[in-house]
């Protein structure tokens, strides 16, 4: 049985050398490292209330399902699927004021990371995985969780769409592929454009099924976790060959 594994560059790697260190996953953060509900959702039912006082806009609190679904977008996407008639100054404000709340419950105590996402992140970094986070967010978003959580102790950088002037995932991933394609890639994300980051460029991709995906929406993934602590498992059985 063959039994090698080719990196983006084409070189083939045999079982017996097959380095962790050569091998890059990449983390989506809201729905995968994050259960980001427990924040986001009363921030939102914040910022609605505040919407009909303050801009006279008629918009509902809106269902979980459907905060569910924002979860993984870009924030222009959100917006005009949650108050597309809300001006765009407004809706700036609006996205500060839903960023800050979040923030604020975190700095009351909430601590919104999935249940065993440390430990298990402790045993992939001590397994020689190399980690990085690529997260649909603004740049504010990222640095906060970033200090907030100590993401350095494990991840070796926390790429925020919003940096890269809101490229789509799939060409960001594409340009960090680029600078070491020597690597063999791991997409871990639980949304439609983790999946599509991971097809476009031809990289394994693990469905995060706890998170905020709705039904058939990562059917092209490689492999499934149903928990966070099930992904050290499943990313020993995709890399050892």
């Given amino acids: 049985m063959d039994k090698s594994i080719e990196n983006k560059s084409g070189e083939v790697i045999e079982s017996e050398e097959l380095d962790k260190s050569k091998v890059m996953l990449v983390f989506d953060y809201d729905g995968t490292i994050q259960e980001t509900m427990k924040i986001y959702a009363p921030a939102i039912l914040d910022i609605a209330k505040r919407l009909r006082t303050i801009y006279g806009v008629q918009v509902e609190n809106p269902s979980y399902e459907r905060m569910e679904s924002w979860l993984g977008l ?43 996402a440390r430990e298990t992140l402790d045993k992939l970094k001590e397994q020689g995985y190399r980690m990085i986070i690529l997260s649909n967010s603004d740049r504010e978003y990222a640095e906060f969780n970033r200090r907030r959580f100590d ?90 060959y």
Avoid: H
């Avoid at 917006?79 to 975190?106: H, I, S, T």
């Avoid at 990289?203 to 706890?210: E, G, R, T, V």
């Fill in 74 to 116: 870009r924030n222009d996407e959100m917006w005009a699927a949650f108050a597309p008639e809300l001006p765009a100054d407004a809706r700036a404000a609006a996205a500060a004021r839903v960023g800050a709340y979040m923030r604020m419950l975190v700095r009351d105590g909430a601590d919104p990371w999935y249940a065993g």
């Fill in 151 to 240: 993401t350095d102790k494990w991840f070796e950088k926390y790429i925020d769409c919003g940096s890269w002037d809101w490229q789509p995932k799939a060409d960001v991933l594409s340009s960090i592929i680029s600078d070491e394609p020597e690597m063999t890639y791991v997409m871990i994300g639980d949304r439609f454009n983790d999946q599509e980051a991971a097809v476009k460029n031809d990289i394994l991709f693990i469905a995060c099924d706890y998170g905020y995906a709705k039904s058939g929406e990562l059917d092209e993934a490689d492999a499934r976790a149903n928990s966070f602590v099930e992904l050290s498992d499943i990313i020993a059985r995709l890399t050892d």
